[in-house]
């Protein structure tokens, strides 16, 4: 059976996958920290760009779990975040 969400709810599981991302940019920041010695290795280049993805993700999922937490909200400015 299909569970229905409310807003808050779906906002707060983004907020979970945005902890969630989180978690594995600083694993990522961790291990880049560590080949300081091979700064311009192609293992860092390949963790710089993981964390430039990881980034994106991590706003992505943060902008929209505020959008739905606060969709409701007088004055949340929910229109201009989707607006084209």
Do not use: T, W
Not at 54 to 59: F, G, K
């Amino acid at each position: 059976m299909k569970e229905n969400k409310s807003l808050m709810q779906l906002g707060e599981e983004y907020e979970a996958a945005a902890r969630f991302v989180k978690e594995r940019i600083d694993k990522k920041r961790a291990q880049l920290k560590g080949l300081r010695e091979s700064i311009c290795s192609n293992e860092a280049y390949e963790l710089k760009r993981d964390l430039q993805v990881l980034y994106a993700e991590y706003r992505e999922a943060r902008e929209i779990a505020d959008y739905l937490k606060k969709y409701y909200e007088p004055h949340s400015g929910r229109r201009e975040l989707f607006s084209y």
